[in-house]
Antibody, heavy 122, light 109 residues
Framework: QVQLQESGPGLVKPSQTLSLTCTVSGDSISSGSYYWSWIRQPAGKGLEWIGR???????NYNPSLKSRVTISLDPSKNQFSLKLSSVTAADTAAYFC??????????????WGQGTLVTVSP | SYVLTQPPSVSVAPGETAKITCGGN??????VHWYQQKPGQAPVLIIY???DRPSGIPDRVSGSTFGNTATLTISSVEAGDEADYYC????????????FGGGTKLTVL
């Protein structure tokens, strides 16, 4: 079955760039029409959508993070990645990758990775 | 930006019915998705497109939307239903930005 797995540094220094990768197993990331999203969750708080990338190449970003976020696809590695620049302590959170599938743009997030904790600290 | 409002907590006794609301401007015109998250775990999709259930989700879990409110209903609540629940929509007004409600903690008494 299809699975998602996040990976990347668990500790990032303030002002640096947070980089995470989501590896898709069990299917080709380029097959079908999927949206690949990143979501984060500070400890004890709610979910915040960061952005998504459509298999065909377009992206949508949270307006509050748009100036700092880049999401890209690497079909050769069956991965998609998140880069968040100029991080501060407020970016400390569990980061989840997820797949959106269905018709149209208002697709549900039907498959999630287990999440990875990223701490921003000197 | 679009805002979804959920009650922070809902408490019900086992066997009773829990209703979790999600308020948003004209939410009835959007597709609403619901997720369940247990401590230390990733969220799981439990309702999509307002009222559809993924395979494996029992039919005692249902969703509805009308006007400015979407409602997740869990009947015959069990101890295993204790979790956080989040509603979610896509806001086409801001370039299809994803929006989550603040989440509701369901406590089974």
């Amino acid at each position: 079955q299809v699975q998602l797995q996040e990976s990347g540094p668990g500790l990032v220094k303030p002002s640096q760039t947070l980089s995470l990768t989501c590896t898709v197993s069990g299917d080709s990331i380029s097959s079908g029409s999927y949206y690949w999203s990143w979501i984060r969750q500070p400890a004890g708080k709610g979910l915040e959508w960061i952005g998504r990338l459509y298999t065909r190449g377009s992206t949508n970003y949270n307006p509050s993070l748009k100036s700092r976020v880049t999401i890209s696809l690497d079909p050769s590695k069956n991965q998609f990645s998140l880069k968040l620049s100029s991080v501060t302590a407020a970016d400390t959170a569990a980061y989840f990758c997820a797949r959106g599938s269905g018709s149209g743009s208002a697709t549900p997030l039907d498959l999630w990775g287990q999440g990875t904790l990223v701490t921003v600290s000197p | 930006s679009y805002v979804l409002t959920q009650p922070p907590s809902v408490s019900v006794a086992p066997g009773e019915t829990a209703k979790i609301t999600c308020g948003g401007n004209k939410i009835g015109s959007k597709s609403v998705h619901w997720y369940q998250q247990k401590p230390g775990q990733a969220p799981v999709l439990i309702i999509y497109y307002d009222s559809d259930r993924p395979s494996g989700i029992p039919d005692r879990v249902s969703g509805s939307t009308f006007g400015n409110t979407a409602t997740l209903t869990i009947s015959s609540v069990e101890a295993g239903d204790e979790a956080d629940y989040y509603c979610q929509v896509w806001d086409s007004g801001t370039d299809y930005s994803g929006v989550f409600g603040g989440g509701t903690k369901l406590t089974v008494l």
